[in-house]
């Protein structure tokens, strides 16, 4: 054999061997996990309200916690709540600390490449607001100006690549969003009109409205790539559950307004 022929075959057989013994990433199956475990961890962001807060007895609510919790009476098991921030949802749902997440979790097609999601069983537009007396009527208009926004959330994404030149303010959470706004670290917000309507019963006398819209996403179930058997369970919950309306029920319940009627056929 000629040394080169003897080089390629030995290459190849390394190159076999390396594979055979090279360990395969195991087919995710979370729906066998819930089971065995006999609970559902779902992660839940409780400092976005109205879709994550706590009561007065510290105890969860919100849209997202009751949407939460009625997911798991489908799955069958009881629901343990993992809570998140904004920031860390898609980590926590890759490194196992949560079977799904549910935190007004908007699709994009970033996320889409390191997650799947189920079909959306909400919607959350991205606005920029600010008081009545402040001119703002497009992206031009907020250039040079202080914007607060949520660190790694949609909307910080959006006012990011529209508003070049603003100036940013991100904060960790919704709920420290809040608190700069009403007092008055922050006087444009860039977030939903949710945001916006739990800051104004705080600043009565100068509350803010809508300038503008960013973005109207839709919002789904956060689930690791390959979860297929979980999907398929989450997809049938959230069509049973639009078409029952009481994903729509708990959706106005918290956010003033119905879900969108082509949602709900």
Known sequence: MKRRDFLASSL????????IGAPTRARADTLADIKARK???IAVDLGSPPFGMTDATMQPIGADV??????????????????????????????GKADLVMASFSVTEERKKVIDFSDPYGVIQSVVAAP???????????????????RGSTNDKEVTAQAVGADIVRYDDDSTLVTAL???????????????????????????????????NPYAVGIRKGDDALRA???????????????????KRYNGVALPEEMLK
Request: no cysteine; charged share 20%.
């Open 233 to 251: 369970a989450v997809n049938e919950w959230v069509h049973a559950n639009l078409k029952n309306r009481k994903l729509d029920e708990i959706y």
């Open 182 to 216: 009403v007092s008055g670290q922050v006087g444009i917000m860039a977030s939903s009109p949710q945001i916006m309507a739990a800051v104004n019963p705080r600043i009565p006398a100068n509350p803010l409205e809508v300038k503008f819209v960013l973005k109207t």
């Open 12 to 19: 190849g057989l390394v190159a076999a061997g390396t594979l």
């Open 132 to 150: 009545k007396d402040v001119a703002i009527k497009g992206v031009a208009d907020i250039v040079g100006k202080r914007v607060g926004t949520t």
């Open 39 to 41: 609970k559902v961890l």
């Open 66 to 95: 009751e949407s939460a919790r009625l997911l798991a009476e489908h799955l069958g098991y009881p629901l343990e709540i993992v809570e998140v921030t904004s920031p860390n949802r898609v980590a926590f749902l890759l490194t």
